[in-house]
Nanobody, 118 residues
Framework: VQLQASGGGLVQSGGSLRLSCTSS????????VGWIRQAPGKEREGLSC????????YYADSVKGRFTISRDKAKNSVYLQMDSPKSEDTATYYC????????????WGKGTLVTVSS
């Protein structure tokens, strides 16, 4: 599994942006996938994850009600829809895939930078 996060960029506060996490190579069908972000000078923060069946399993309080995670198995991708972003959402966003079959197997993608302007 080789993950690539994309879709970042500059967005105005209150706008919307959709991030994509796509796997090249193996399918993501047997993986739970999560989104994590890290802002400069801050600790990494887990935002959301979705299980292999396509059901969202977790949202951090900081994004609950504003961000939506989803997956499209046909496209081997997981998405993070960011609605009404705030300046504090500015960070590099990463996706992480965790195998439900092999304990300890997980993969990280290169991050994508999101900058929210006020």
């Amino acid at each position: 599994v080789q993950l690539q996060a994309s879709g970042g960029g500059l967005v105005q506060s209150g706008g919307s942006l959709r991030l994509s996490c796509t796997s090249s190579g193996d399918t993501l069908d047997d993986y739970a996938v999560g989104w994590i972000r890290q802002a400069p000078g801050k600790e990494r923060e887990g935002l959301s994850c979705i299980n292999s069946s396509g059901r969202p399993a977790y949202y951090a309080d900081s994004v609950k009600g504003r961000f939506t995670i989803s997956r499209d198995k046909a496209k081997n991708s997981v998405y993070l829809q960011m609605d009404s972003p705030k300046s504090e959402d500015t960070a590099t966003y990463y996706c992480n895939a965790v195998s439900r079959r092999i304990l300890g197997r997980n993969y990280w993608g290169k991050g994508t930078l999101v900058t929210v302007s006020s």
